[in-house]
T-cell receptor, first 115, second 113 residues
Framework: DAGVIQSPRHEVTEMGQEVTLRCKPI?????LFWYRQTMMRGLELLIY????????DSGMPEDRFSAKMPNASFSTLKIQPSEPRDSAVYFC?????????????FGPGTRLTVT | AQSVTQLGSHVSVSEGALVLLRCNYS??????LFWYVQYPNQGLQLLLK??????LVKGINGFEAEFKKSETSFHLTKPSAHMSDAAEYFC???????????FGAGTRLTVKP
C-alpha cells in the first residue's frame, strides 16, 4: 500500500497565480480530507468528502479556495488567485469507513510558498 | 461538538526520563480518541487509538495512553524517552456518528541528551 500520495511536495509561486494541489487517497478509502497547517493557526480542516461528495466545506477560507473529487482515487485543492497568507503546508488524509477503522491516514503534505 | 485541549505546547525531557503529554477532550457522546506524531517535514502518523474496550491502549514506539472518562482525559505516556521521540504530538477526538475529527494544538516534545 503506497499510502496517501500528494503532489507536488513543494510549490513556490507568485501572488496572483493559480495553484493546484493534488491528492490520491488510499485505495478503498471513501472519505477524504484536506487540511492546512500553519504556525499561527495549527492544523485546520478545510473540507472533507464522503464517496466523492463534499460534505463540509465550512473550513474553506474564502471563495479563492475550491476543492474537487471527480472520482474515488483523485482530489484537487485549487487556490485562485493565491496570496502570501496562503503559504502553509497542505495535507490530504483519507479514511476507510468499514471494519471499525476510524483513523485518518495522512499524506506527506505540500509545502506552499506564495511570494 | 467535540474539542481537544493539549496542556503545554512544549515539553522537554531528558533521555531516559518519563514522557507525559496531556490531553483533555470534550464530547457529548462517547468519543474515539487518537494520538498522532509528526516528525519534521512529514505528515501525521497514527501512534495509537481508543475506540472501545480496554481503556489502556498501547501504540507504536513504546507509547501508551489511558482513556479516563471521569477525567475526560487521554494522556500519552512513555516510560523512557529516546532521542528519536523528538517530534510534535497531536491528540484528536472523533465523533462516533460522523467523520468529524478535531485536533489539539499540538505539543512539541524535545529530548535532551
Amino acid at each position: 500500500d503506497a499510502g496517501v500520495i500528494q503532489s507536488p511536495r513543494h510549490e513556490v509561486t507568485e501572488m496572483g497565480q493559480e495553484v493546484t494541489l493534488r491528492c490520491k487517497p488510499i485505495s478503498g478509502h471513501n472519505s477524504l480530507f484536506w487540511y492546512r497547517q500553519t504556525m499561527m493557526r495549527g492544523l485546520e480542516l478545510l473540507i472533507y468528502f464522503n464517496n466523492n461528495v463534499p460534505i463540509d466545506d465550512s473550513g474553506m477560507p474564502e471563495d479563492r479556495f475550491s476543492a474537487k473529487m471527480p472520482n474515488a482515487s483523485f482530489s484537487t485543492l485549487k487556490i485562485q488567485p493565491s496570496e502570501p497568507r496562503d503559504s502553509a503546508v497542505y495535507f490530504c488524509a483519507s479514511r476507510g469507513n468499514s471494519g471499525g477503522s476510524y483513523e485518518q491516514y495522512f499524506g506527506p503534505g505540500t509545502r506552499l510558498t506564495v511570494t | 461538538a467535540q474539542s481537544v485541549t493539549q496542556l503545554g505546547s512544549h515539553v522537554s525531557v531528558s533521555e531516559g526520563a518519563l514522557v507525559l503529554l496531556r490531553c483533555n477532550y470534550s464530547s457529548s457522546v462517547p468519543p474515539y480518541l487518537f494520538w498522532y506524531v509528526q516528525y519534521p517535514n512529514q505528515g501525521l502518523q497514527l501512534l495509537l487509538k481508543y475506540t472501545t474496550g480496554a481503556t489502556l491502549v498501547k501504540g507504536i514506539n513504546g507509547f501508551e495512553a489511558e482513556f479516563k472518562k471521569s477525567e475526560t482525559s487521554f494522556h500519552l505516556t512513555k516510560p523512557s524517552a529516546h532521542m528519536s521521540d523528538a517530534a510534535e504530538y497531536f491528540c484528536a477526538v472523533s465523533d462516533r456518528r460522523n467523520n468529524d475529527m478535531r485536533f489539539g494544538a499540538g505539543t512539541r516534545l524535545t529530548v535532551k541528551p
